[in-house]
Nanobody, 121 residues
Framework: QVQLVESGGGLVQSGGSLRLSCVAS????????LGWYRQAPGKQRELVSL???????EYADSVKGRFAISIDNAKNTVYLQMDNLKPEDTAAYFC???????????????WGQGTQVTVSS
């Protein structure tokens, strides 16, 4: 079984910064990608950023230049540094992993429980 556990959410004023962390653990055979999605009330879940274990990154247009994703392969941990936060960044942020577990033998999508980020104006 694979688990993703996020930390680092909270309340911040507009223009402030937060850093999210997510640790993948359990019966992991191989990680392809780790990343972050977010979901605001009444809206669909959307991609924020992804990173492969080789370091290739992808960002939503709305966060380019403000957010930075990084990965520590030795720790199976992904980070999201969020700077110049805006009220429209307010959402639940979910860690995502495309992972092959030792039990399944094929890659599958895994999700964390989510961490709330609230940006006040």
């Amino acid at each position: 079984q694979v688990q993703l556990v996020e930390s680092g959410g909270g309340l911040v004023q507009s223009g402030g910064s937060l850093r999210l962390s997510c640790v993948a653990s359990g019966s992991i055979y191989r990680i392809y990608n780790l990343g972050w999605y977010r979901q605001a009330p009444g809206k669909q879940r959307e991609l924020v950023s992804l990173i492969s274990t080789s370091g290739n990154t992808e960002y939503a247009d709305s966060v380019k230049g403000r957010f930075a994703i990084s990965i520590d392969n030795a720790k199976n941990t992904v980070y999201l540094q969020m700077d110049n936060l805006k009220p429209e960044d307010t959402a639940a942020y979910f860690c995502y992993g495309l992972i092959v577990s030792e039990g399944l033998g094929y890659r599958d999508d895994y999700w964390g429980q989510g961490t709330q980020v609230t940006v006040s104006s």
